[in-house]
């Protein structure tokens, strides 16, 4: 999903990606927040959980703060864990990533996942490395952790070769898939006919989402996910982190990409279609007018080489009046 070259940015360019993220006139935007009505903006102390102790208030203010309604730091992990993943039902979230330094026994990059309540912060659970011995492949280790899906069948996970499903109670692998050709797993989206999307990130060029039908991924004994396999295949965005299916008004429900740098973000689902999201956008959830989304900007890899906003890792956002949002230009 995202690396290094689209977070980087020295000193002297924060101020323009920020400014980009607004797309609208520095002067016209006290007039426009104060047209925008919602349940934010949230204050630093209004963040559950416990926050990095690298990061203190207070919380910096962003396009469309208006429709902010809550915040949650992750439980610690004792590693430089930078998330990538995110899937919110009722009070739960599974959050998936990469642990950055490379102290442990599979090296640096290792996936983890953190299953917490979003209400308190609390974790329920942490699971890392993920890993499985699946026949006739050699010993797999996840790599990066790049998305999350839910369904019935368990807890999806991607990286850029595979696709894993987990118990998403125990944390369990219980299949591995191995992606061929240009079918590349940065990310995961389920549509409301129930196939999966798996998306790529480039920070180029456009990357095809495949779509593939559930059952026929289930098929005993497959282990390979082709071009050929899938059922139908979008065009998605450069730079796109994360996806959501969603009617966000009007109609019809269709792919929300996110887009983002660790100083700005967008939900976007075509040139026309662009509205300024959370700083450092990755995994989003959606579910009843609320669209939930973890961002890597505070994660430490990017936030203590400085000149980061101060953002809630896992953010909640009210869409319920998305239409009116402002739009964005971030990662032009």
Request: net charge negative; aromatic share 8%.
């Amino acid at each position: 999903m995202s690396g290094r070259g689209i977070a980087a940015a020295v000193a002297a360019t924060v101020a323009l990606g920020l400014s980009a993220c607004t797309g609208e006139a520095d002067s016209e935007e006290p007039e426009r927040r104060a047209e925008l009505k919602g349940c934010g903006p949230i204050s630093y102390d209004d963040v559950v959980g416990r926050a990095p102790s690298y990061v203190d208030g207070p919380l910096d203010r962003t396009p469309n703060d208006h429709a902010l309604c809550a915040g949650a730091w992750l439980p610690d992990t004792d590693t430089e864990f930078v998330p990538q993943g995110l899937v919110v039902r009722g009070r739960e979230a599974w959050v998936s990533g990469y642990d950055e330094g490379d102290d442990g026994p599979f090296g640096r990059d290792t996936c983890r996942i953190i299953r917490l309540d979003v209400r308190t912060g609390r974790e329920i659970a942490q699971q890392a490395p993920i890993e499985a011995d699946q026949a006739p492949r050699d010993h797999d280790v996840c790599r990066h952790g790049g998305g999350l899906a839910l369904d019935d069948h368990g807890l999806w996970m991607s990286q850029r070769t595979k696709i894993w499903l987990l118990d998403p109670a125990t944390l369990d692998v219980v299949r591995v898939w191995h992606l061929v050709d240009e079918v590349w797993g940065s990310f995961l989206v389920f549509d409301d006919a129930g196939r999966l999307g798996v998306a790529g990130f480039s920070g180029h060029h456009p990357k095809d989402m495949h779509w593939f039908d559930v059952a026929h991924v289930l098929d005993p004994g497959r282990i390979d996910l082709t071009p050929d396999d899938a059922v139908a295949v979008q065009r998605g965005p450069k730079s796109g982190q994360g996806a959501l299916w969603a009617d966000l008004g009007p109609g019809p429900a269709r792919v929300w990409f996110t887009r983002s740098n660790t100083h700005c973000g967008e939900l976007w689902a075509g040139p026309r279609l662009r509205f300024a999201f959370h700083p450092g956008s990755e995994g989003v959830s959606y579910a009843r007018d609320k669209v939930w989304v973890v961002s890597e900007t505070t994660a430490a890899p990017y936030f203590l080489d400085g000149g980061r906003p101060v953002v809630p890792t896992v953010a909640q956002y009210d869409v319920s009046r998305f239409g009116r949002w402002e739009r964005s230009d971030c990662g032009a």
